[in-house]
């Protein structure tokens, strides 16, 4: 197995650089599965988001979700993506947010505390003010 680096997923998904985008689909595809780490979908998010793609939401949950359930790509915890995907999809707070949530439950603990205002009222969280 070979994890993958963001930029590679972004070229691989967004197809942005014909070069770069056959060179990320024939790894991926010769390598199945390929490892993503936690951080490296958030970075996609973040990536997605910004000024150069513009991706909405929804385009990214649906992307996500994509991924989840192919089976080209191996997680850190399928689940525990997933649980912060749904999260995602649902909340007003960014995916990151809802993945440090989720893999902080799995490992144990009992809430995240964050000053971010965009988790205020939200289960796993506390908000400090």
Known sequence: MIGLDTNLLVRYLTR????????????????????IANIVL????????????????E???RTLEAMLHSAAFEFENRSTV?????????????????????TSRQVGCTETASFD?????????RWLA
């Open 42 to 57: 958030c970075e996609l998010v973040w990536v997605l988001r910004g000024a150069n793609y513009r991706f909405q939401k």
């Open 82 to 102: 997933d649980q912060a995907l749904q999260r995602y999809k649902q909340g007003k707070a960014d995916f990151s947010d809802y993945l440090i949530g989720a």
């Open 16 to 35: 942005d650089d014909e070069r770069q985008w056959r060179q990320a689909n024939d790894l991926i595809q010769q390598n199945q599965p390929c490892f």
């Open 59 to 61: 385009e990214i949950t």
């Open 117 to 125: 205002g965009k988790l205020k009222g939200e289960q796993g969280f």
